[in-house]
Every structure is written in structure tokens, then in C-alpha cells.
Antibody, heavy 117, light 107 residues
Framework: EVQLVESGGHLVQPGGSLRLSCAASGFTFRMYSMHWVREAPGKGLEYLSVITHNGRSTNYAASVKGRFTISRDNSNNTLFLQMGSLRPEDTAVYYC??????????WGQGTLVTVSS | DIQMTQSPSSLTASVEDRVTITCRASQDIRNDVGWYQQKPGTAPKRLIYASSTLDSGVPSRFSGSGSGTQFIFTITSLQPEDFATYYCVQHNTYPWTFGQGTKVEIK
């Protein structure tokens, strides 16, 4: 069974940094592109970033480009999102997701990041 | 980035009603659209991919159509378990982008 478990979300001050992790199990992690998506309170889903299966290519939404960095450790089946220069509007539940054949097919349960002083 | 304009943002309907949601892409995205259902406090679930292909186990009352820039999602006979928020997503070009979502509520 595919499992994605996010962690690392907590309260952080504006301007601060945070690293989220997504532990993957139940599939061959190194074969799949992985993504981050977030859901701000009372708002819709927002696509953030993708990393290819081998980590060689990444892409970001304009809202986080230059502030967030996606990476992965295929030896430890873990996806990361390094977040910097955090703003109150980055407050959200952050989901990791797997894609297969060009579409999301599995999601984690999400981890809450709160940016507030 | 490609914009996905989804409408309506919310709707109120009764059980057994027909529901239609539309998404318009800011440029031609072929049929590279998925439709996802999200219930409060849970992760999204894919219902349809490639604009019109129903995922395994998804009831046939759900359907999708369209190509290019116009896409339609339909629930032919709304059931109590269908009350949720629905999103279109363009999977044509990175960064992928979501529509604004449609919250389907009970009348």
C-alpha cells in the first residue's frame, strides 16, 4: 500500500525557515516524480513544486520560486520542502503527492504550517 | 503559468440533481485535465484523468469531457456522499495549476 507521511509543520515567525519532510513507503520511491501542494485556511488547493524521479529537474509556482526548495533522498525514500522567508500567507496545510503517468495518484495526510508572530 | 478558471465557486443542490462544473484554461492544454474531489480535513482524491477517463472504482454518475481550453465535469445524480469540493487541475505544463474549486453543498 502506498503511504506518504508528511512531518515538520509547526508555528514559525514571519521571515523564518522550515523544512518539511514526506516519508514514502509501499512503492519504489526513486521511480516517481513527487510534488508539494498546499491548502491555506478557507482557500483552495495551490500547486507548489515538482521534482523528477532522479532529482535532476525541479519546477516551482511563482508564489514560492526563490523562497522554497524541493529535494529528495532516494536512498531514504524521503521528499523535502525547504521553506524560507516565510510569510503569513504561507500558512497552510502542506501535502506531498505522487504522480504516475502525468497525474496525481497518491497523497499524504498533510502537515500544518503556521506563520505568525 | 497556465490559469484554470473554474466555475461556479459554489453551488447548492439536492440529492439526485444533475451538477455541472466548468473549467477554462488560459491556453490549449489538449486533454491534460484531472478532476479531484476533496472532503473537509482529508486529502484530495482523483476521480477523472485525461479529461474523461474515470478512475477505477469511481461511480459512473461522474463524468468529464472537453479538450483544448474548455472542460466540463458532471455528476448526473448527486448522492449524499458527493457533497464536497471539486477541483480541476491542468497537467499539461509545469507548474501544474488548480482551478479555484467548486464547493457542492446540500440544499
Amino acid at each position: 500500500e502506498v503511504q506518504l507521511v508528511e512531518s515538520g509543520g509547526h508555528l514559525v515567525q514571519p521571515g523564518g525557515s522550515l523544512r518539511l519532510s514526506c516519508a514514502a513507503s509501499g512503492f519504489t520511491f526513486r521511480m516517481y516524480s513527487m510534488h508539494w501542494v498546499r491548502e491555506a485556511p478557507g482557500k483552495g488547493l495551490e500547486y507548489l513544486s515538482v521534482i523528477t524521479h532522479n532529482g535532476r529537474s525541479t519546477n516551482y509556482a511563482a508564489s514560492v520560486k526563490g523562497r522554497f526548495t524541493i529535494s529528495r533522498d532516494n536512498s531514504n525514500n524521503t521528499l523535502f520542502l525547504q521553506m524560507g522567508s516565510l510569510r503569513p500567507e504561507d500558512t497552510a496545510v502542506y501535502y506531498c503527492a505522487r504522480s504516475n503517468n502525468g497525474y496525481f495518484d497518491s497523497w499524504g495526510q498533510g502537515t500544518l504550517v503556521t506563520v505568525s508572530s | 503559468d497556465i490559469q484554470m478558471t473554474q466555475s461556479p465557486s459554489s453551488l447548492t443542490a439536492s440529492v439526485e440533481d444533475r451538477v455541472t462544473i466548468t473549467c477554462r484554461a488560459s491556453q490549449d492544454i489538449r486533454n491534460d485535465v484531472g478532476w479531484y474531489q476533496q472532503k473537509p480535513g482529508t486529502a484530495p482524491k482523483r476521480l477523472i484523468y485525461a479529461s474523461s477517463t474515470l478512475d477505477s472504482g469511481v461511480p459512473s454518475r461522474f463524468s468529464g469531457s472537453g479538450s483544448g481550453t474548455q472542460f466540463i465535469f458532471t455528476i448526473t445524480s448527486l448522492q449524499p456522499e458527493d457533497f464536497a469540493t471539486y477541483y480541476c487541475v491542468q497537467h499539461n505544463t509545469y507548474p501544474w495549476t488548480f482551478g479555484q474549486g467548486t464547493k457542492v453543498e446540500i440544499k
